[in-house]
């Protein structure tokens, strides 16, 4: 099932406990008592629980959060309420969904497992037989453990996040695993669905919520090379707010103008539109006819936009850091070439530091297309794994992450700084 299937079956009056498996976290030291009670998510983790939270946002206002104690768990469950939209959302840690689980007797006996290495054999073995040294019967385990989640069922939504050893016991004495196998073990953000539908009958199933990067933690993460967008990052404005602001001085409702906007930005960035031709082409599609001044004056407000007074003095305070740090430097934006030479001259300071630059324009590409990426990872010299990307849009973020790249949506210096020292830690 996925995370869209799932969200039918509630659209369609079914009640839904998800048992979701933890976001990404650090590698776990197997000699560790508390099985990684400390271990937080890592920046990939927390962006992919968000993620998670928005697909399920149309719930928020019928949904209640569990969480096993653990520190991985209890960020998992948060960062996906406030995916949702939850401003302060209550997670409720409960120690059967963390180390005193329904399934174990005895956690010692089961570090001793993590300590051999053999830990899937021992779940596999568990699994088919209904025992295992350390662990209480699987189908008991299993009954107890449907009972405390009916019991906390109050609304269409149950999100419950917990640990994959548990979500494969419970779906798999359910019936709902049909292959045990390392391929097919719940990756992080992946788990199962409890269903209840309307006429009471009940559905089990494994949910993929496609968001997964693996299941044994993530290693440090190695990068080399950090790059960077031009407007929303280096910049202070984002666009086309100034844009917006002139439109609405001349009584025009920016709506009407939006789609045509971003219809055309990418053309014009490409280099296979002038900006002249953008707006042109614009108000034909809003069926309005601008005279000489609104034209004139909404044209220079975009070129305003790369101005003295936008310059992002804090994102150039960090783009040294790096630079100082042994980083190399790259700069990718979406520009059209006309804008160019402005940018060169008044972002001097910020293309000085640079390794490697591509804008768009100049290369009749532009940004979410793979090969704009490919391109600057060339220029620059570094492997594509090595390399983070900031930008303010997520589409040019995942474009990034497609060409196997990090990076990191931005919003301001100081959350592009601490997130990128939770990447590299």
């Not at 096993?68 to 948060?78: C, D, F, G, K, Y």
């Not at 590409?365 to 704009?372: A, S, T, V, W």
């Amino acid at each position: 099932m996925t995370i869209e299937e799932l969200a039918g079956e509630l659209r369609r009056g079914a009640k839904a406990a998800f048992l979701v498996r933890h976001a990404e976290r650090p590698k776990m030291d197997h000699n560790d008592p508390s099985f990684g009670d400390a271990l937080p998510l890592t920046y990939e983790g927390r962006r992919t629980a968000l993620k998670l939270g928005g697909m399920l946002k149309e719930f928020r206002g019928d949904a209640a959060f569990y969480a096993s104690p653990l520190l991985r768990t209890r960020m998992t469950a948060e960062c996906i309420a406030r995916g949702m939209g939850a401003d302060s959302p209550e997670i409720v840690a409960d120690e059967l969904l963390g180390n005193g689980s329904f399934y174990y007797n005895d956690p010692r006996e089961v570090l001793e497992l993590f300590k051999r290495r053999d830990f899937f054999k021992a779940c596999f073995e568990y699994f088919t037989t209904g025992r295992q040294k350390g662990f209480n019967d699987l189908a008991e385990a299993t009954d107890l453990f449907e009972r405390w989640i009916d019991e906390r069922f109050t609304g269409r939504l149950l999100l419950i996040a917990t640990h994959d050893l548990y979500i494969e016991a419970f779906f798999h004495s359910r019936g709902a695993v049909d292959e045990l196998t390392r391929e097919k073990w719940v990756r992080f953000l992946d788990g199962g669905a409890v269903l209840v539908r309307p006429d009471g009958s009940r559905r089990y199933a494994i949910v993929r919520s496609g968001l997964s990067t693996g299941y044994v933690g993530a290693c440090r993460v190695k990068i080399s090379g950090a790059v960077f967008d031009f407007g929303g990052v280096m910049t202070t404005s984002v666009m086309p707010e100034r844009v917006r602001l002139r439109t609405a001085e001349f009584g025009i409702d920016w709506n009407r103008l939006a789609e045509g906007f971003a219809r055309y930005r990418r053309l014009m960035d490409g280099g296979f539109m002038t900006i002249e031709e953008m707006y042109d082409n614009i108000w034909a599609d809003a069926d309005i006819e601008p005279g000489g001044e609104m034209r004139a004056r909404i044209i220079e407000d975009d070129y305003a936009s790369y101005l003295d007074d936008y310059r992002n003095l804090e994102t150039l305070a960090f783009m040294r850091e790096l630079k100082a740090a042994g980083c190399r430097i790259g700069i990718l934006t979406n520009m059209p070439p006309a804008m160019a030479p402005r940018f060169r001259k008044t972002f001097a300071d910020f293309i000085e530091l640079a390794d490697a630059m591509v804008i768009s324009g100049e290369e009749r590409m532009f940004k979410p297309q793979r090969r704009i990426y490919e391109l600057l990872r060339r220029r620059i010299g570094l492997p594509a794994e090595e390399l983070c990307f900031f930008d303010d849009v997520e589409a040019n973020c995942d474009g990034a992450r497609r060409a196997g790249w990090r990076a990191i949506e931005f919003s301001s210096a100081a959350q592009a700084r601490e997130d990128f020292k939770m990447l590299t830690s």
